[in-house]
Nanobody
Framework: QVQLVESGGGLVQPGGSLRLSCAAS????????MKWYRQAPGKQRELVAA???????VYGDSRTGRFTISRDNAKNTVYLQMNSLKPEDTAVYYC?????????WGQGTQVTVSS
């Protein structure tokens, strides 16, 4: 059974930082492209960042420099370090694992940026 379990979300003040984690089980983690998406209320889900098997990274618009995606294949975990958070970063953040036709999602973790 495949499971992607996100953690690390919460309430943070503008300018603050959070690190999200996504622990995977039931897949050959190191073979998968791992992604973080987010969905704000009333908006479409959007790509935040992606990391390939080899560690190459891609970031969605306006997040390069503030967000950093990384992976630890020994721990089957992908991370999203988020710095200088803004109220517009408020959303549910989802972990996604992709390999060919295999496409798995976590349940999401809420990030709220507010004073």
């Amino acid at each position: 059974q495949v499971q992607l379990v996100e953690s690390g979300g919460g309430l943070v003040q503008p300018g603050g930082s959070l690190r999200l984690s996504c622990a995977a089980s039931g897949i050959s983690f190191s073979s998968y492209v791992m992604k973080w998406y987010r969905q704000a209320p009333g908006k479409q889900r959007e790509l935040v960042a992606a990391i390939t098997r080899s560690g190459s990274t891609v970031y969605g618009d306006s997040r390069t420099g503030r967000f950093t995606i990384s992976r630890d294949n020994a721990k089957n975990t992908v991370y999203l370090q988020m710095n200088s958070l803004k109220p517009e970063d408020t959303a549910v953040y989802y972990c996604n694992a992709v390999l060919g036709a295999s496409d798995y999602w976590g349940q999401g973790t809420q990030v709220t940026v507010s004073s």
